[in-house]
């Protein structure tokens, strides 16, 4: 019905129950599709229907141009499968809970030309997906240029070992988030090692959120480590060409004028700084 139609944006809140006609949803001409679904009103092992799934196949089939495709809410294994397909995709969004896999991340890291990845990694096993993106001999997301990565400190760790090793990785602009389990933040040094050594050359602009639900600490006269500290932070001083830095914690971090010195002389390139910090015994 809509021949030049480029981008389409589905908000379904109950797909299994909604009939898309296809024909005012499809084109030859797509080049972004958004599908939003939610997490509120449906089950776990819910299937998310029949026509939402015929749909996504459709799309995979006719639109030969598909460059930006966006994800959000239990899609289920056939959907993802799919997805697995559209090996010209420029930029993915994943936020499906715990139906994403490793082996759909190991399919889609083979992408040649995706330059642009935001996962939901929650519940995701660091061994499994560790064996899965780093089994073969080429490197995956070998494009990748943008990352939003949400997970554990020990599964982001897991992703970014399957990038382009030597600092040849294009990564210019990564933000992580953890979790909300409370954990010490020197959980984050492998991660941050990391991804220093694998985007020396290539990072402008890094983001990390790391919130803490307080209800979960098993001992509030002795939490564990939660504020970042120079030292915390110190294997980012290998990414010379930072412009952009912004630590968004739950807990302040610990860092005094002394500190700013360091940091300063690490990113001599840095426009950008964003750190709420206060004195951690005033906190």
Known sequence: MLPSLTTVRLNLSDPSKRALPSA???????????????????AATAHPGETLCTYVDAVARVAQSLQHLTLRGRVGERVLDTVTTLQGLRTLSLCVGTDISPRVLATVGA?????????????????????????????????????????????LEAFLESLPGDGSARLTTVELESDLKPRSVDAWIPTLTLL????????????????????????????????????????????????????????????????????????????????????????
């Open 24 to 42: 005012l949803f499809l084109s030859q001409n797509l080049r972004n599709v958004s599908i939003d679904i939610g997490f509120g009103r449906r």
């Open 111 to 155: 992408f040649p030309q995706l330059t642009g990845l935001r996962l939901h990694l929650d519940g995701i096993d660091a061994e499994e997906l560790r064996e899965a993106l780093t089994g073969g001999s080429e490197p995956r997301f070998a494009a990748l240029e943008q990352l939003e990565a949400r997970g554990t400190p020990f599964v």
């Open 196 to 283: 220093a050594d694998k985007c020396s050359n290539s990072l402008r602009d890094l983001t990390i959120e790391a919130h803490t639900s307080f209800c979960e600490v098993p001992d509030l006269a002795q939490p564990p480590k939660l504020h970042f500290t120079l030292g915390t932070l110190s294997p980012l001083a290998k990414a010379t060409r930072i412009q952009r830095f912004v630590l968004d914690a739950s807990v302040p971090a610990d860092l005094n004028d002394a500190n700013l010195a360091v940091i300063a002389k690490w990113w001599p390139e840095i426009e950008h700084l964003g750190l709420w910090t206060r004195p951690v015994e005033a906190f």
